[in-house]
């Protein structure tokens, strides 16, 4: 069997998950373990899966197994270790005491131990009194005096731990991947999505193919969702930096592959999706909008306020004058509503019944 020194750091795969034991791979005929506890999140979910590589530190040797752990405990660490994982970076567990003068008192093992206010939380800091009287991990910064003097930092451990996620998810969550997601919160622009723990962004414009004007009529907070990644920016130096955009839309069947169902010279009734300095925009079908040019409207030039004449969702009648299916564009023209044309068709057919097949409107004029 390998002597490991107190201490050592590892990097080894995840060969078993139990109950409560994580089984690593050693290279030799037996295989070390580490607490599953240490593998939970907050809801209790195991974060790594057989086959993972992780990296641990060495804590001890009972009957032939050989215990490792992501973190070195209190109770476990001696000066000896202390100095050890100090040197090696080993992330220490310590017990918040209390506040003192710049910054808080924490006992690891029956070690004191000083962590500065700037060193305490990382992204989402909490006023001091809450880090009292809990046990949080750390590492150590500062080791003087054989273990008389010890600075800490849980800032550092959170940064490096941070960062290792996004090493580890940078490989995993890449363009193209489809992904499932919990909703965490709605914005006017969008949702912000978390992905295996990471914070993704969904956009409003990347929900549906329909446009959408409230988020919160489609999402809700909880909800689970399924999506692909259309832009992932990594930043392992600076995690925090780390952006991914995901997408619902680009699961869903586009609606121009369904463009046989509008033709040119076709009348349709739609709304009025969009308003611009050049046009108006009217969707025709759900996903797809035709645009209208302010030239072809009436009463209007181009120095005309478009929102003062209509308003979004008001009917607009149209005639398909051009459809573009590659650059998915269709150019509209005003047409006279439905009503219009069927009071125009009843009108001209009872004047046909009237005087024939041949319609003279002087002649209908002079019957007045």
Same mark, same amino acid.
């Not at 004007?213 to 130096?237: C, F, H, P, R, Y």
């Given at each position: ?5 107190? @201490? ?21 005929? &037996? ?50 270790? !202390? ?69 800490? &930092? ?18 995993? !969550?890449?363009?193209?991947? +489809? ?46 969702? /399924?999506?692909?990644? +259309? ?6 130096? /600076? ?30 009734? @739609? /709304?009025?999706?969009?308003?611009? &300095? ?11 909008? @035709? ?78």
């Amino acid at each position: 069997m390998k002597n490991f020194e107190i @201490g050592e750091e590892i990097e080894t795969t995840v060969v078993q998950i139990s109950n409560d034991t994580v089984f690593i791979d050693l290279g030799l005929k &037996s295989e070390g373990f580490v607490d599953k506890a240490e593998f939970l999140d907050e809801e209790g979910n195991c974060t790594i899966n057989e086959g993972d590589k992780i990296k641990v530190y060495y804590v001890s040797t009972n009957r032939d197994e050989l215990h490792f752990t992501t973190k070195l405990k209190g109770e476990n660490a001696g000066n000896e270790l !202390l100095e050890k994982a100090f040197q090696t970076k080993l992330p220490i567990e310590g017990h918040v005491e209390k506040e003192i003068k710049g910054g808080f008192e924490v006992k690891i093992g029956t070690t004191k131990a000083f962590c500065p206010y700037s060193q305490m939380g990382y992204k989402n800091r909490e006023e001091p009194s809450a880090y009292i009287g809990r046990t949080l991990p750390f590492v150590i910064t500062e080791y003087k005096n054989d273990g008389k003097n010890i600075i800490i &930092s849980n800032r550092q451990f959170l940064e490096d731990e941070e960062n290792s996620k996004v090493l580890k998810l940078s490989s995993q !969550l890449i363009v193209d991947t +489809i992904v499932e997601g919990t909703v965490k919160s709605i914005q006017s622009y969008g949702a912000f999505v978390d992905v295996q723990g990471f914070q993704t962004l969904l956009p409003i414009s990347e929900i549906s193919h329909t446009r959408i004007k409230d988020v919160s009529e489609i999402l809700s907070i909880g909800q689970k969702i /399924k999506a692909k990644i +259309i832009n992932a920016d990594w930043n392992t130096a /600076k995690p925090d930096r780390s952006k991914i955009s995901i997408s619902m839309k680009a699961l869903e069947k586009d609606p121009w592959e369904a463009n046989s169902q509008i033709n040119v010279g076709e009348k349709i009734s @739609g /709304k009025i999706a969009r308003i611009t &300095s050049f046009g108006l925009f009217v969707n025709l079908k759900p996903g797809i909008d @035709g645009l209208v040019h302010i030239s072809d409207i009436e009463n209007a030039s181009l120095n005309t306020n478009l929102n003062k004449l209509f308003k979004v969702e008001d009917t607009f009648d149209v005639i398909v004058e051009k459809v573009d299916v590659a650059e998915k564009r269709i150019s509209l023209k005003p047409a006279s509503s439905v009503e219009q044309d069927k009071e125009a068709e009843k009108y001209m057919s009872n004047q046909s019944e009237d005087d024939g097949d041949t319609y003279n409107p002087f002649a209908a004029l002079l019957k007045k």
